[in-house]
């Protein structure tokens, strides 16, 4: 993958970059972290169903995210981010610039959904979260109507297919 993908996409037009279920390891986020630093043009990057299993690699990843100046909008829907809080916590790190971010699908337990709502409380720019398929329920919840309540920049909330209720 750094070998082969990473030379293609060094270039000062890309705007958008889908790796969906590339079955991305270690090594290839490693590579992702060269594309994000060798492609200033990139906007959107989408990695939705890749695993993302250790700190090691979400602190390769965060870092390389944190440091892009101009990406404003990132996928890790169903990245498994929903089983480890302390993944999740670091890959929060690096999304503090960004407009838009998927987290859909990746099963959240309210501890995780406690991270969401820390990070979405101090976000300053985030206009679009997507939630959705997340699994969380009426409890887990609570906290993250606070962060909302608190939150001054978001426009766009997916809470679709989750366990809460309107009441």
């Avoid at 969401?116 to 959705?132: D, Q």
């Amino acid at each position: 993958f750094r070998n082969q993908i990473v030379p293609i996409l060094q270039n000062d037009t890309l705007m958008r970059l889908d790796l969906i279920d590339c079955d991305l390891g270690s090594s290839e986020l490693y590579g992702v972290a060269e594309i994000l630093k060798k492609c200033p043009t990139l906007t959107s990057l989408c990695l939705k169903e890749n695993q993302i299993e250790n700190v090691t690699d979400a602190n390769v990843l965060s870092s390389a995210m944190a440091k892009h100046k101009g990406l404003f909008f990132v996928d890790l829907s169903s990245c498994g981010l929903g089983g480890n809080d302390e993944v999740l916590s670091v890959i929060l790190k690096g999304c503090k610039k960004l407009n838009g971010l998927d987290l859909s699908g990746n099963e959240f337990g309210s501890k995780s959904v406690a991270i969401i709502a820390k990070f979405l409380s101090t976000h300053k720019t985030i206009t679009i979260l997507n939630l959705g398929g997340s699994g969380f329920d009426d409890e887990s919840a609570t906290s993250l109507n606070k962060a909302v309540e608190k939150n001054k920049t978001l426009t766009e909330l997916s809470l679709a297919s989750t366990k809460i209720t309107l009441s």
